[in-house]
Structure formats: structure tokens, C-alpha cells
């Protein structure tokens, strides 16, 4: 039993994959057994499950209890700069989610059972990439399973998943006090966003706020242009 409790698992999940607006934001919580219970017990589950309330009093307390945590933003000109040299976000995330897995089981000798939430349909190929981008010395220590819906089914992926939603919501608050102006969601099916895109696109290009590479924006600002030169 006591073993079991000190087990430790890292989960790690994503949020803001999608949206054109805003970063996307990867979380890392490491618990142990004994910690799965508690936070189980706390009402931590899919953060998609939650509101913004009980989700915002989670991660409190997920921060205060889990043995470690992290949080990375990959920011949309790093999206844009390294889908232009060729990496897609899946890639892009298995690169975050191995910096995470680094980061915290340094100076950690023992297993680690690492959970991610999955964003390919492959997972083996996937699981193979952020392989690739964990640091030689830890391999041996780690036993990595990438799975879908691992957000719902591993409290230590869901923590992350609520650590992960409560920062993006943070960056998204901010931005929209930076700008002045409310976009919404920043997903492209959010009506509010895609107004905000088709009247603002242009003027906060320069705020670097937009995923440029992504095809809805593209398609958004050719269409204007086009409409310029049927004007003209």
C-alpha cells in the first residue's frame, strides 16, 4: 500500500489548440497515488466538465498540493515561426509536452508514469516524437502512455487539463484588456471572434495576437482584399 501511494504520475493536457486567437497553453501536474485520491475527492475532472468558478478554485488547489507543476504558452508567432520551418501543432505539442516531462522529473530517480492527453490519431508515431525530445538520462525512469480522452479518464491529466484551461483564460483576458477590444473565444466558429476578425484582422495584426498561418485567418484576409479590388 504504501508503495502505491508513493506512485507517481504525471498527467499533462492542452488547452487552446484550436482557436485563431492566442496562445496555446500545456500543463504538467505531478501527484502520487495518495494525491489521485484527494483531488478525486476535490471534484477535479475534465476541465471542460467544470465551471469557470469551480475550475478557477481547482487549480488553486491543485497548485498547492500536486508535488510539482509547470505551465508552457507556445505564443502564435512560435506557431507561425515553426509551422513555416515545417512542424505542425502535433508536433509542436509533443516538443512542449516533452519540455514539461523534463522539466519536472529533474533530479527525480525513480518511475515516473507519465499520462499525456493525445491530440494525433496516432498515437504510436505520436508517443514516438515526444520520445525523441526527452532527455536521454530520464527514458529509463519514465513510463510514457499517450491517450485520447485521457483528460476524462486520469485525475493527474485532468488536473493538468484545469492548470491548462485557467491559464488560457488568463491570457485571454489579458489580451482583450491589451487590445481594448472583446473577440470572444478566439475560435474561429465563435461568432463574436469571426466578427472581430472580419472588421479587426488588420488593425491587430501588428499585436501578433493571431495565428497568421492558420487558414481561417488567410481566407479572412483574402477575401477582404478581394472585395477591395471588386470596390475598385
Known sequence: MEKQEKELILGIDDAGRGPLIGPMVLAGCLITKKLEVELKKLGVKDSKLLTARKREFLAAQIKKKS?????????????????????????IEAIKAAEIINKLTEKINEPVKVIIDCPSPNRENWKRYVLKHIHENKKKNLILECEH??????????????????ERE?????LKKKIGRDFGSGYS????TKEFLKKYSKEHKKD???RET???FQNYNKAKEQKKLNEF
Open 67 to 91: 508535488l510539482r507543476w509547470h505551465i508552457t504558452l507556445t505564443h502564435p508567432y512560435e506557431i507561425d515561426a515553426r509551422a513555416s520551418a515545417g512542424l505542425n501543432l502535433n508536433k
Open 149 to 166: 480522452k485521457a483528460d476524462r479518464d486520469y485525475v493527474a491529466v485532468s488536473a493538468a487539463s484545469i492548470l491548462a484551461k485557467s
Open 170 to 174: 488568463k491570457e485571454i483576458a489579458e
Open 189 to 192: 466558429s465563435d461568432p463574436i
Open 208 to 210: 501578433g495576437i493571431f
Open 214 to 216: 492558420w487558414a481561417t
